[in-house]
């Protein structure tokens, strides 16, 4: 059957034997819902979004502490409030800049379509069309609904949907996808599925799904909010009730001595600090040309231990060029040869990247008319047309047109080429039922290839190096891709399968051994990336093309070409604006960054929460000494806490976080961090302990008291600084000694404000000789937890 242009006779079916719908048959469908008129909002919701960061338990908690400060009118203490406004805040903008990307999400053109009603042709949009329907398709134009051919041949273009670079014939009785191309011919189709039966609809409703935040850090923070907020109302009521019943302190006063204790427990610091962190991280690499479009994939990144990767744009630069050809006859010399590809090239519709590629190198004036023109088709795996003077021109896979081995095509097909041979036939075709004249003689062999990115080979290597397990997802040819990972410096090249002879049952049980994965559907590629999640690695997934598009919303973290379709970018986590694979080192470098930095400081942020909920129990079990004097109410007041974070939580991390760290992340954040704060905190317990009763011994007064605790806690906050700080260096001990003047200089000038005075000649040598004591013993509990760190890794 041959192919012919759109003024030409259609084969087969004639056009006026084709019955298309009458306007009732419209309206009965109509009436019915079977119309092309869809649209879905599946993603997440604007109230939805505002819900999650707004009502929140952590940030409920911090809400009533707050409360309770205004109604007493202790403003100067409610300064902590800003920290949870501007968390709350930036998490909203962050997850509705994600859910608009998604919403924009579109696999479909808007352009007009004929079809066939009461006999006469119109021109409708798709989302007109109702079921039934009979429509016409040409060259170029997007299949606008599934459809079964009626009459007609043409050639699909279906790697928008499927990945599959190759045209695919379509012949009467064939269906054809919504979302597709005609790369060529002409033909009647009849709807078949309409609405969110179609397969476009179906993969956008897939992939329009907002991912929810992936932030081990601020999980991590969730699980002490949720303990806390377990014990937090009983701890409450009972300090207050104890200051004041017991003690007999004013309402005020009770309500900001608890209100500290509470507040303490909520790590505030670290929730603000990731944030600014991730921010930075976003501005930092936007100056390199990557548009990082959700904040936290940044985190996310940095733990990937399982990277997928398509072959196309990513591993190669997704430009087809022809390497060489090689004259296989005297009589056909160059100059001729590109006669002959110039003048097949002008009359072919062909549109798939390898014709491109031809294209492209063979654009002079077509010396020859052709008629009877094939396309190239991936079942035929040839294309052929008649060319006046020569005969029948054949252009496609040697194997399929030659009955023996050409030695210029074998040797490069081992250097991982696509090949094609240029062959001529004096004898006519059989048209009809397409087969190949007996004799068909090869004039030439074209080796096309897809260049390699430059730098890919050291991109992968340090990808192994770092620990990163790398994978090639691909809907190509699994020996081509194969070939081209070889090039590529890819380690496990050789280990490869063909998805396209597995069921879902086999894919799920090689995925983990298998490196290289060919002939991969959309939703194979989904599934390749929920085993390997399930099998509890971090993945990241980079694709460029629509076919990736569910496999790019599964993984933990979705890379994306600039240069690729629209719709990867919409929904992607990071966009390289430079379509460049070798941009993702510094990604993780960026990303390794944040959270080992992050996880440097956290201890210094647990301190606080852990000597709170230790001092909050010895205050509540206070009580039980039956003596008022020695009840012991909460020692600090949110502003004293306030001021020392300025200085121990607040500048020195801010500043460390920006520092280069790209050494690989470890595993059980919060498990590491509350383990290297506890002994600070313990140390806390310990003076707060100790200055009450000593000072209660000798006769303190309850301001020297808080002035010595008030230095005391500043200072075992600093003894933390500086282990985030080694191995020292000049501006590191600049940083050190600028937070050190800044926290006395607001002890000294802003006593009022903080309800507290100077060290005197009798609370002096007891906080210098606490201090000496406190130094040498985290010296000793530092040495000997690095110690166990290092043991345990071996």
């Known amino acids: 059957m041959a192919i012919f242009r759109k003024t030409d006779k259609i084969v087969g079916m004639d056009k006026k034997e084709l019955q298309g719908l009458t306007s009732s048959d419209v309206k009965e469908r109509l009436a019915q819902g079977l119309s092309n008129n869809f649209s879905t909002d599946t993603s997440t919701s604007t109230w939805q979004i505002i819900k999650r960061n707004v009502f929140t338990l952590f940030n409920a908690l911090n809400f009533a502490i707050a409360l309770a400060l205004a109604s007493v009118q202790a403003w100067s203490n409610m300064v902590f409030f800003a920290v949870i406004c501007f968390n709350a805040f930036s998490g909203i903008v962050t997850e509705l800049r994600a859910k608009h990307m998604v919403d924009k999400l579109n696999l479909m053109t808007k352009e007009k379509v004929t079809v066939l009603r009461d006999e006469k042709e119109q021109l409708i949009n798709p989302e007109d069309l109702v079921l039934d329907d009979v429509f016409e398709l040409s060259a170029g134009e997007q299949i606008p609904s599934d459809a079964l051919i009626l009459t007609g041949f043409a050639e699909a273009n279906e790697a928008m949907l499927t990945g599959e670079s190759d045209l695919v014939k379509k012949s009467e009785g064939d269906q054809i996808l919504s ?36 932030s081990q850090i601020m999980k991590s923070l969730e699980k002490i909010a949720g303990f806390t907020g377990k014990i937090i109302i009983p701890f409450g009521i009972a300090l207050f009730l104890e200051a004041l019943l017991i003690k007999a302190l004013p309402v005020k006063d009770s309500v900001v001595n608890s209100s500290t204790a509470l507040l303490g427990m909520l790590p505030k610091g670290i929730a603000l600090l990731t944030i600014t962190s991730l921010l930075t991280a976003v501005i930092k690499l936007g100056m390199r040309k990557v548009l990082v479009q959700e904040m936290y994939s940044v985190e996310t990144l940095a733990r990937v231990d399982m990277l997928c990767l398509d072959k196309t744009g990513t591993i190669t630069q997704g430009k087809m060029q ?15 040869i590109s006669a002959i590809l110039s ?77 094609l041979t240029l062959a001529l036939s004096t004898e006519k075709m059989d048209y ?74 086999e894919l799920v049980a090689m995925a983990e051994e298998t490196a290289i994965f060919g002939r991969v559907s959309p939703h194979q590629k989904r599934l390749i990336i929920q085993t390997l999640k399930q099998a509890g690695h971090t993945t990241a997934m980079t694709g460029d093309g629509v076919n990736d598009i569910l496999a790019l919303r599964e993984a933990d973290c979705s890379i994306v ?59 509540i079990s206070s009580i039980l000494l039956g003596n008022p004097e020695w009840l012991l109410v909460f020692p600090f007041i949110p502003v004293q806490i306030t001021m020392i974070d300025q200085f121990v939580e607040g500048f020195p991390p801010f500043v460390l976080t920006f520092e280069r760290n790209i050494s690989p992340v470890e595993p059980k954040f919060l498990k590491k961090s509350i383990f290297k704060a506890l002994p600070s905190g313990l140390m806390v317990v310990f003076s707060v302990l100790f200055v009450k009763i000593f000072g209660n011994i000798v006769g303190w007064s309850e301001l020297e008291e808080s002035t010595l605790l008030y ?31 800044g926290f006395l200089g607001s002890a000294i000038f802003l006593q009022k404000l903080l309800e507290i005075a100077t060290l005197t000649s009798q609370t002096l040598p007891v906080y210098a000789l606490l201090m000496v004591i406190f130094t040498i013993l985290f010296i000793g509990i530092n040495h000997w937890q690095m110690t166990k760190e290092k043991s345990s890794l071996k």
């Open 179 to 214: 979302g597709s191309f005609l790369a060529s011919g002409h033909v009647w189709a009849k709807v078949i599925h309409v609405g969110a039966n179609n397969y476009a609809a179906k993969l956008m409703m897939e992939a329009k799904t907002v991912k929810p935040i992936n």
């Open 322 to 336: 022809v390497e060489e050809v090689i004259s296989l006859s005297p009589e056909y010399p160059e100059e001729r």
């Open 343 to 419: 003048s097949y090239m002008a009359r072919s519709d062909d549109n798939n990247p390898t014709s491109q590629a031809i294209r492209k190198k063979f654009n002079q004036t077509a010396s020859y008319t052709a008629d009877h023109i094939i396309p190239f088709s991936s079942d035929r795996k040839w294309g052929a047309m008649e060319m006046a003077g020569i005969g029948t021109v054949f252009l496609g896979a040697p194997e399929m047109l030659l009955n023996e081995e050409l030695d210029a095509a074998h040797a490069a097909q081992m250097r991982g080429s696509r090949v």
């Open 432 to 505: 009809q039922n397409m087969v190949l004249p007996q004799q068909i003689i090869p004039i030439a062999v074209l080796e096309i290839t897809d260049p390699i990115r430059d730098g890919v080979e050291d991109t992968l290597e340090y990808l192994r190096s770092q620990d990163v397990q790398l994978k090639i997802i691909s809907g190509d040819n699994p020996v081509t891709v194969s070939n081209i990972a070889q090039k590529a410096g890819f380690s496990n090249y050789q280990s490869y399968v063909d998805c396209s002879k597995v069921l879902d049952e």
């Open 561 to 619: 070409m600039a240069e690729g379709d629209p719709a990867t970018r919409q929904i992607a986590n990071l966009v390289l604006l430079n379509s460049d694979f070798n941009d993702v080192p510094e990604i993780l470098f960026e990303g390794r960054r944040v959270v080992n930095n992050i996880a440097r400081i956290a201890p210094i942020f647990f301190i606080k929460t852990i000597y709170s909920f230790l001092l909050a129990i010895i205050c």
């Open 711 to 741: 230095y005391l806690l500043g200072s075992i906050g600093f003894l933390s600084v500086v282990r985030a700080c080694l191995p020292l260096n000049p501006w590191r001990i600049g940083l050190i000694l600028w937070s050190v003047l």
